[in-house]
């Protein structure tokens, strides 16, 4: 009885020493922080908040592979979480905000943020609501304007970080569109 469990421990050490060695290591991504500089919004934005969907809300990046299915990859995860990184992304995008002006404040709702695999070709599909209150509106009150973004980047390349720069993309794609969204509800009387 002894030998069988002195044979059966040994059996199941070495099965976890391959499986470690065969385990790939995790990569940790981040998105590019670095402005597109394409924005000139007439004012100031400031990101209030960003909301992640459930799905999101992981560490690994998403896969949507197939219509009703999404996966996630097992060895490649997010620096920090999604809330931080786009926030930081979108504060690129938009600057500093201005000592001078009433800003337009937003929040965000992140719905899909990953790669595409029903997309032909795949692509980083970002998928974001936004919520926009202007001039001297209170976040207490109802939104200004409220709209939803989506953006599908090709992926030009194999590795993750493909995706992630993609990713980055979409978002700068984005941005310009709620900056010019912002623009033309400033010019509302």
């Known amino acids: 009885m002894r030998t069988n469990l002195t044979l059966n421990t040994m059996i ?13 290591p995790v990569r940790y991504l981040t998105l590019d922080m670095n402005s597109s500089e394409s924005i000139d919004n007439g ?24 219509e009703t299915e999404i996966e996630y990859y097992s060895d490649a995860h997010w620096v ?8 930081e992304k979108l504060e690129a995008e938009f600057g500093a905000p201005a000592e001078s002006g009433s800003p337009t404040r937003i929040r965000v709702k992140l719905w899909h943020f990953g790669e595409d695999e029903t997309a032909e070709p795949n692509c980083a599909r970002v ?10 509106s209170s976040l207490r009150d109802d939104a200004d304007w409220s ?14 970080s493909e995706v992630a720069a993609a990713l980055s993309t979409g978002l700068e794609v984005i941005a310009l ?13």
Do not use: F, H
């Open 127 to 136: 998928k974001l609501s936004v919520s926009a209150w202007s001039k001297n």
């Open 147 to 160: 709209r939803m973004y989506e953006e599908c980047v090709p992926i030009l390349g194999d590795d993750v």
């Open 80 to 87: 920090s979480s999604l809330t931080e990184l786009v926030t």
């Open 12 to 24: 199941v050490a070495i099965a976890a020493i391959v499986c470690g060695c065969a385990s790939t």
């Open 177 to 189: 569109q709620i900056a010019e969204e912002v623009a033309r509800n400033r010019s509302k009387p």
């Open 43 to 66: 004012g100031p934005v400031i990101v209030e908040t960003v909301e992640l969907s459930d799905a999101l809300r992981r560490p690994e990046l998403l896969v949507q592979a197939r």
